[in-house]
């Protein structure tokens, strides 16, 4: 590894490709890096000093994650980081990343609720920021060159600067493993704490916890259940079932058994109340923007709840033709959720569209929490389209029954035409 031997006319991306064209780097240069106290980002601090000769303003984003901000604060300044700048963007991430995605249903590809994705924009909004205010010429992070992360966080990068310079050290550098990243610390002795390395990576934040790699490379391992960190199993969860109420607002829930939440507070409850009752736990094999299949494993109690009580509200208060138009598109603004158009037009559009949509969706819906599931057994709303006397069978005051005979005739005056074809 020649970590050393540098030629100065260091470039802040793409230096040592063919067919592109190097951007000049003005020195001193000053890089803010993702960071997030783990070996890879600890061991990035150092090595981006010693590639560009630049300053690192180490930064951490705070999404509920659950590691201890003064903690990490230290360990990136031990780290040889001349800033560190820490936020608290849990409010934010609840109200304006996680909400509107709710208020779009968005799940990917059937069962994924795309808490890592959401996560990424924020991130990368927030330490262009500081980039800003730091006159920082780049920007770096630690997302390796084979998944989502790196396309999140770059198209983010790009769509709020298209001059910032972006560096991705997993691109760029000889190490291929964890072990290089080791013998690299050790060797400079960057102070790493050797934590025993967990047989799996995870990313944490409010919405939900995610394991990949690792012994869950075999899509037909099953995940040990001591890595779950939110859910009890559903065979432990109580023999007693819990239901609560969350009541939505325009889209939005706002309360959980009449008790009113922050974006932020509700959710951190409901995942405990999932959490408590093993909801909310997805396995699957997905697939990544860049064309390779992985195996995720997700923990999602408080969403997994939300889009339940979501859809039952919706199931009163919304147009049926809404509702198909709407569902159709749900793939696809997950899609861009999952592949990190956050900030497109095309994704702003698509909210607007979404957002309309939910301007009837204020009523309360009623979850019965047993073993792993969850299940409806309740809504109602001030804006509900479902009239007892319309739907009932008991009566037919509106004559229904008799006018539907020609609502059936009609509709088959093409297929009895085709079916008389004879061809
Ligand atoms: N596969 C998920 C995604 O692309 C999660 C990725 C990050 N998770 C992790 N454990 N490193 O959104």
Redesign the pocket.
Known sequence: MSLTAQSSAVTARGFAKKNMRPMRVEYPLRVVLAYSGGLDTSVIITWLKKRYHCSVVAFCADLGQGEELSEIAQKARKTGADKVIVADLKATFAKEYLFPMLRANAV?EGS?L????IA?PLIAKAQMEVARAEKAGAVAHGATGK???QV?FELAYQAIDPAIKIIAPWREWEFASRSDLIDYAKRLSIPITATLKKP????RNLFHT????GILEDPWVCPPEEMYTQTVSPENAPDKSLVIEIAYEKGNPVSINGKHYSPAALILKLNQLGGAHGIGRVDLV?N?YIGIK?R?V?ETPGGTLLHAAHRAVESLTLDREVLRLRDGLIPYYASLV?NGYWFSPERELLQGLMDNAQKRVTGVARLKLYKGNVMVVGRKSPYSLYKKEVSSFDKDTMSIQKEAEGFIRMNALRLKILGSDGK
């Open positions: 990917y994924y795309l808490g890592t994705a990424r998944g989502n992360d999140r799996y990576s995870i990313d995610s394991y990949e790699g997905e990544r992985s995720g997700y999952y």
